[in-house]
T-cell receptor
Framework: GAGVSQSPRYKVAKRGQDVALRCDPISGHVSLFWYQQALGQGPEFLTY????????KSGLPSDRFFAERPEGSVSTLKIQRTQQEDSAVYLC?????????????FGDGTRLSIL | EDKVVQSPLSLVVHEGDTVTLNCSYEVTNFRSLLWYKQEKKAPTFLFMLTSSGIEKKSGRLSSILDKKELFSILNITATQTGDSAIYLC??????????????FGKGTKLSVIP
């Protein structure tokens, strides 16, 4: 597609459930990023992939958060044993090549609500 | 700790007004500064600035960076209701693994009333 595609757009889960959020980057984009955006805040970095390699996961808030990009294209962010503080919008972004003055392009995000 | 501060946090103007949004930053290793517009969906890219003093322009929007004073401004002239959005400023900084990530400010919420 023309842009970054994320699914689902909305996800409601009960506390303790596992969730999986999907990101389909722009075709040909090597770099993929996940961000978490709490209400009224700017996005905060979670993790970064270059192709299938997860080069940076320093922003993942706990070991309940796990991301993968096994074939270097679609990525999944998984949150295990969800807690209420996980409620946020999860944004995925991709760029043609990390750095090289290439801006990141964002998807519409998944709004996660934990009850 | 890397920090990006935007001001004002919110702003209400009338159609036709000109607005200036501010972004200041304190980061250990700056590479670029980006502006995004966020309506109810994806942040959409506006500008990427790497050099001081060079204005970037797109229609009624323009932006400039001052790397000595560590700030950027985003100007919107002849505002329209469609400009109502949250404007995010982000600085590209190195992360621990040799890659770069965006550190965002909290955004400025702009409301343009007819």
């Amino acid at each position: 597609g023309a842009g970054v595609s994320q699914s689902p757009r909305y996800k409601v889960a009960k506390r303790g459930q596992d969730v999986a959020l999907r990101c389909d980057p722009i075709s040909g984009h090597v770099s993929l990023f996940w961000y978490q955006q709490a209400l009224g805040q700017g996005p905060e970095f979670l993790t970064y992939f270059q192709n299938e390699a997860q080069l940076d996961k320093s922003g993942l808030p706990s070991d309940r958060f796990f991301a993968e990009r096994p074939e270097g294209s679609v990525s999944t962010l998984k949150i295990q044993r969800t807690q209420q503080e996980d409620s946020a919008v999860y944004l995925c972004a991709s760029s043609y090549l990390e750095g090289k003055n290439q801006p990141q392009h964002f998807g519409d995000g998944t709004r996660l609500s934990i009850l | 700790e890397d920090k990006v501060v935007q001001s004002p946090l919110s702003l209400v103007v009338h159609e036709g007004d000109t607005v200036t949004l501010n972004c200041s930053y304190e980061v250990t290793n700056f590479r670029s500064l980006l502006w995004y517009k966020q309506e109810k969906k994806a942040p959409t890219f506006l500008f990427m600035l790497t050099s001081s003093g060079i204005e970037k322009k797109s229609g009624r929007l323009s932006s400039i960076l001052d790397k000595k004073e560590l700030f950027s401004i985003l100007n919107i002239t002849a505002t329209q209701t469609g400009d109502s959005a949250i404007y995010l400023c982000a600085v590209e900084v190195p992360s621990g693994a040799g890659s770069y990530q965006l550190t965002f400010g909290k955004g400025t919420k702009l409301s343009v009333i007819p």
